[in-house]
């Protein structure tokens, strides 16, 4: 594909912005996108090679991966007082240096685990995908 954005069809282009700048969409603007991708395959062809594998595979790669979204108790009701009576419970205080030592102590580790899971994620990708010469992207 041309660097060159000038030659790209309109809807193509807008499919690539909306892609880069926005992480969620909605239902209306997703199926529009669909229909674009599948209207130009020459510009979306990891999108036509995963639409090409069986459904099997996609099936066995979230079940591995997420095993989390195919457990019934994570629908059960949460119980308690409901989140005003829990901030009620906290004290407001001043913010000293140990508290922001303790929040960057936190977000490194959580960056950590975010690291650690994308790691096991494409790895679980390439165990499913590897074969159909389709590459891991976030």
């Given at each position: 594909?041309?660097?060159?954005?000038?030659?790209?069809?309109?809807?193509?282009?807008?499919?690539?912005?909306?892609?880069?700048?926005?992480?969620?969409?909605?239902?209306?603007?997703?199926?529009?996108?669909?229909?674009?991708?599948?209207?130009y395959p020459q510009?979306?062809?990891?999108?036509?090679?995963?639409?090409?594998?069986?459904?099997?595979?996609?099936d066995a790669f979230?079940?591995?991966?997420?095993?989390?979204?195919?457990?019934?108790?994570?629908?059960?009701?949460?119980?308690?007082?409901?989140?005003?009576?829990?901030?009620?419970?906290?004290?407001?205080?001043?913010?000293?240096?140990?508290?922001?030592?303790?929040?960057?102590?936190?977000?490194?580790?959580?960056?950590?685990?975010?690291?650690?899971?994308?790691?096991?994620?494409?790895?679980?990708?390439?165990?499913?995908?590897?074969?159909?010469?389709?590459?891991?992207?976030?």
């Amino acid at each position: 594909m041309s660097k060159d954005f000038t030659d790209l069809p309109d809807d193509v282009l807008w499919v690539m912005v909306i892609r880069h700048t926005q992480p969620y969409v909605g239902k209306d603007m997703m199926n529009k996108m669909l229909d674009i991708i599948d209207k130009y395959p020459q510009y979306f062809q990891w999108e036509h090679k995963y639409k090409a594998i069986p459904d099997e595979v996609h099936d066995a790669f979230k079940k591995e991966c997420y095993p989390e979204m195919y457990n019934p108790d994570r629908f059960t009701p949460r119980k308690g007082n409901g989140l005003y009576s829990e901030i009620k419970k906290y004290e407001i205080k001043p913010v000293t240096m140990e508290d922001m030592e303790q929040l960057f102590l936190e977000i490194d580790k959580k960056e950590q685990e975010r690291h650690e899971k994308e790691k096991r994620i494409k790895r679980i990708w390439n165990k499913h995908y590897s074969k159909y010469g389709l590459e891991y992207r976030k």
